[in-house]
């Protein structure tokens, strides 16, 4: 069978690539750009399509490392050419968020900030506080990231203390309501006490505090507490008044002195090194400050070129405005933005929010007065995060360099992997691999193994031969193309940690042997009684003092590899725990347990249900629903 070759990126086809620009116009609209597997790299907009696409392409532009890998990977570019610079961002903003390409993050998803995610997928929405973007279904909705976590977890905690919410993702018993009912902490969700719609409209208000329009939810509760005074419900409207105190004690200390008072408006400014970029945005509501978000980017040092996207500080700002409004609801954006420096299009973004908020945004550098105040303000703000920042890069920066110093290894290791094992006497066994960037966790890049190894079971583990497994289908891949970019590849390691002595190091160094990665990889393992590091080949461990910064670095990671192998092992432990009497059951497959379960939530509730509730189950029929009420009540 004859297979076509996969065609050479643009970089290394001069003159395909000096074609396809040319092909390319000079009008506002989008470019998207693919890889040899046609899978899309990155989404752009622009005024001028034609000369912003070769501007990744000159020898003399300044690109940062992430676009200079993206670039290498290029082998074809489309466009759809708008009649304005405003469609250009909306079309962008939609594709970006359907096809969601690697390469279009600005901003480091360092899990520094926290979110506020409301559930809005679900039919009773939960409320809670989570570090992870990547959690949420399409209707769910993420507010922040929020500078201050305390005080998110303040304001969390008196809005449910004011609202009666959901407070559990499961509910507790199965035919009555908790505690938290009969408190009125809950209206009773897990039974469905109150209907989906009166439910959802407490939740909206709630959502208003971390919008950013607590004068526009003051104003709906006072009404309230009015309507219910009125109509001699006098138990309501101090239930109402206690939530206007609770809420207007959030903002009691955080009035800004500006005029205009009514006037809604967000202040937005960055402090940056040659590596990284810190930047606030400050939510001005009514006077007061509502709101202080936290954005954190990776970007070379800066220059004046305005050809060079995401470098100057004006892009960079532009960038974060994009990213952020585009992803709020109309009323969440203010009807004025303040920027610390001149935007690179500025007017098409303020056509953009205006259009979509259903009335003039402006946004405005101040240069004098109050405005310009609020900006240093913003400002110093942001260089304090990052002075916080860099003394952490420089800590984890000073560990790396000491580990490159006991190793011997010719350059920081950017990328660390983790192995480790976790069962009881073989049953359940599981693997995990957790990877360290620059020295801090990653987890998007976490990933669990089950152990599929016949010989280990219930009663005989084999921690070198769990080991090989799991090396083996890891690098699986680039054992098998040998032609596969490793050097400069994010998902290739500049280090793997093993957890375990001479032995377990051995396992695995006999694997990587056998696919050819030995010469290319570099590969330790830590005991843990002594903290000892052991090389392949050595009978010896190395000398090093357990408190040294590179030998900390290398627990921290062996620890977080422990801690997420045991959770799996558990997870899956308590999964065949709650299984094993209903794998008893004839006709009971694992589907339709799964489902059982989902449903019940426990044994002990699918034990008391009767035949007909136990029939409601989908995939659950009558027949099989009366075996199932059999199996648990015989004679």
Known sequence: MVTSAKP?????????????????????GVYMMRDASDRLL????????????????????????????MVRQVVEIEFIVTDTEAEALALEANLV???????????????KYPYILITWSEEYPR??????????????????PFVDAGLLRTTLRLAKRLFPMRQRPQPLFKDRPCLNYDIGRCPGVCQKLISPEDYRKTIQKIAMVFQGRTGELLDVLTENMNQAAEE???EAAARIRDQIAGIKSLSADQKVSLPDDTVSRDAIALAADNQHACIQLFQIRAGRLVGRLGFFAEVPSFSSSRDQEGVEPGAILQRVLEEHYQNADAVEIPTEILVQHELPDAEMLADYLSEHKGRKVTILVPQRQAKAELI?????????????TQRFADRNTEAMEDLATILDLPDLPHRIEGYDISHIQGSNA??????????????????????????????????????????????????????????????????????????????????????????????????????EIFLPGESQPLSTDAEQPGVQLLRRLRDEAHR????????????????????????LGFHRQKLLLAHFHSIDYIREATPKQLAEVSGIGPRLAQEIYDYFHPG
Not at 42 to 69: N, P, T
Not at 138 to 144: I, V
Not at 376 to 388: G, Q
């Open 8 to 28: 050479l990126p643009l970089v290394k086809d001069p003159d395909r690539l000096e074609k396809r620009l040319k092909e390319i116009p000079q009008e506002p």
């Open 42 to 69: 990155y989404i752009g907009k622009s005024k001028k399509l034609r000369s912003r696409v070769r501007s990744y392409f000159r020898e003399s532009q300044r690109l940062s490392d992430r676009i200079v890998m």
């Open 97 to 111: 968020k359907q096809h969601q390409p690697y390469f279009n993050v600005l901003l480091k998803d360092d899990k």
């Open 127 to 144: 409320i809670f506080i989570t570090r992870n973007r990547r959690l949420a279904k399409e209707k769910d909705k993420y507010y922040g």
């Open 232 to 234: 001699l419900n006098f």
């Open 376 to 388: 240093e303000m913003v400002e110093r703000n942001a260089r304090y995060e990052l002075e916080r």
């Open 430 to 531: 599981v693997a995990s691999q957790v990877v360290f960037i620059d020295g801090q966790p990653a987890k998007q890049h976490y990933r669990h193994y089950k152990i599929k190894n016949p010989d280990v079971k219930p009663g005989h583990s084999d921690d070198f031969a769990s080991l090989a497994e799991v090396i083996r289908r890891r690098f699986r891949k680039y054992g098998e193309d040998m032609q596969m970019q490793r050097v400069g590849n994010p998902d290739w390691p500049d280090l793997v940690m093993i957890d375990g002595g001479k032995g377990q190091l051995s396992a695995v160094v006999a694997v990587l042997q056998e696919m050819n990665l030995m010469d290319e990889l570099r590969v330790v393992s830590l005991a843990k009684q002594r903290e």
């Open 564 to 587: 997420f192998a045991v959770t799996f092992h558990r997870q899956q432990r308590s999964d065949k725990l709650r299984r094993s009497r209903l794998d008893e059951i004839p006709g």
